[in-house]
């Protein structure tokens, strides 16, 4: 089978959701300039440098009381920083419940009931708990081709890891088993791994 992404696929669902798989989740927290909290998870999410670390996420939605985005992208424009919180198999039901289309005025931490911390670089609550959260401020958010699709990126100025992830001195994913988004409603949870080692090792 091919298409032209313009032509539209003639399949039920869109199979460019399951192509790029997995996919790791951003679960972002923000806070708005009224002090009003966000929290949603983006599979648009990724790391892309070491020095200084950096990340990104997409959005790619927007909301009637948003105008052309969503909670987090606004709150961000407004404060400047974000926290990017890592999603573990154990809390996948409270991150699906935080996926849900909600009023601005609407606190997902309350809503999926998740504990929540003050960061220590930034003004802004991180998801308490979670394997590791990556505190960011925002370096340039990207308007993407189409509408109300948005490149945010962040410079990471601090870096929370939960004692019980570090084995001999490494971060073990698989103390915690991650959560990756696949397409469509399917995810999977990294619990199996496997090296291999470079031609320049």
């Given at each position: 089978m091919f298409y032209r992404p313009e032509d539209g696929h003639g399949l039920p669902h869109n199979p460019f959701n399951a192509i790029v798989t997995p996919r790791p989740i951003g679960w972002i927290s923000t806070r708005g300039a009224d002090g009003s909290e966000n929290l949603a998870p983006y599979s648009f999410f990724n790391a892309v440098a070491y020095v200084p670390p950096q990340v990104m996420f997409a959005s790619t939605g927007a909301k009637p009381d948003r105008g052309p985005t969503k909670d987090s992208v606004s709150n961000i424009r407004e404060t400047g920083v974000f926290c990017v919180n890592i999603v573990e198999y154990a809390t996948r039901e409270k991150m699906n419940v935080t996926s849900g289309t909600y009023g601005k005025d609407i606190d997902e931490f309350d809503k999926a009931g998740l504990d929540r911390l003050e960061c220590e670089t930034i003004p802004c609550s991180r998801v308490a708990g979670?394997?590791?959260?990556?505190?960011?401020?925002?370096?340039?958010?990207?308007?993407?081709?189409?509408?109300?699709?948005?490149?945010?990126?962040?410079?990471?100025?601090?870096?929370?890891?939960?004692?019980?992830?570090?084995?001999?001195?490494?971060?073990?994913?698989?103390?915690?088993?991650?959560l990756a988004r696949l397409g469509y409603r399917d995810y999977a949870k990294v619990d199996a791994l496997f090296s291999l080692n470079r031609p320049d090792d």
């Open positions: 979670t394997p590791a959260a990556l505190e960011c401020r925002l370096t340039e958010v990207v308007p993407l081709k189409g509408a109300a699709n948005f490149l945010v990126l962040g410079e990471v100025t601090g870096i929370h890891l939960r004692d019980d992830c570090l084995k001999n001195g490494q971060f073990d994913v698989l103390s915690f088993e991650p």
